[in-house]
Antibody
Framework: QVQLVQSGAEVKKPGASVKVSCKAS????????ISWVRQAPGQGLEWMGW????????NYAQKLQGRVTMTTDTSTSTAYMELRSLRSDDTAVYYC??????????????WGQGTMVTVSS | SYVLTQPPSVSVAPGKTARITCGGN??????VHWYQQKPGQAPVLVIY???DRPSGIPERFSGSNSGNTATLTISRVEAGDEADYYC?????????????FGGGTKLTVL
């Protein structure tokens, strides 16, 4: 079946970096894109950025530009999200979600299970 | 940046109809998607492009979008519908297009 499986929980110190993976299966990876969405404890959803698995094009949320990098490895059908210079308010569950391969208003139809990232000294 | 406004909570008795609104400036000109999120789980798409339903989503879920308000309607509400619901739009009006989510609405089934 179509699914996205994310890497496990992480605990990081302030100032460190984290890299979360999202492995796709059950569909042609390069026919879609991946968006990343995070959710702080008890809060709503926040879109972080998008990457096309077709051509590697990216679009990041303005507030995260300069701290986030999204990449894909088409040989393993895996997307990655790296967030640098971590702060306590980056503590959240991070989700990957499948969407259009082009920068278009398609919905996020498949979601990963989420990865908890805790930033604490 | 574009702002989507949802009521924090909506309560409804089983078997009745729940309506969850999502307000935004001229939102009727945009495409709206809706997600359901149960505690400890990832969001699930329940309505896309204003009113389309993914396979596997009950016909009890429907959507509409006009003017400054989009609405998710859940008919014959069941206990299993209790969850947080989020609307989403693609904001291409600024020089930095982005996805925007509403703040979420907690649906309580009485």
């Amino acid at each position: 079946q179509v699914q996205l499986v994310q890497s496990g929980a992480e605990v990081k110190k302030p100032g460190a970096s984290v890299k979360v993976s999202c492995k796709a299966s059950g569909y042609t990876f390069t026919s879609y894109g991946i968006s990343w969405v995070r959710q702080a404890p008890g809060q709503g959803l926040e879109w972080m950025g998008w990457i096309s698995a077709y051509n590697g094009n990216t679009n990041y949320a303005q507030k995260l530009q300069g701290r986030v990098t999204m990449t894909t490895d088409t040989s393993t059908s895996t997307a990655y999200m790296e967030l640098r210079s971590l702060r306590s308010d980056d503590t959240a569950v991070y989700y990957c979600a499948r969407t259009s391969s082009s920068w278009a208003p398609d919905a996020f139809d498949i979601w990963g299970q989420g990865t908890m990232v805790t930033v604490s000294s | 940046s574009y702002v989507l406004t949802q009521p924090p909570s909506v309560s409804v008795a089983p078997g009745k109809t729940a309506r969850i609104t999502c307000g935004g400036n001229n939102i009727g000109s945009k495409s709206v998607h809706w997600y359901q999120q149960k505690p400890g789980q990832a969001p699930v798409l329940v309505i896309y492009y204003d009113s389309d339903r993914p396979s596997g989503i009950p016909e009890r879920f429907s959507g509409s979008n006009s003017g400054n308000t989009a609405t998710l309607t859940i008919s014959r509400v069941e206990a299993g519908d209790e969850a947080d619901y989020y609307c989403q739009v693609w904001d291409s009006s600024s020089d930095h297009p982005s996805w925007v989510f509403g703040g979420g609405t907690k649906l309580t089934v009485l």
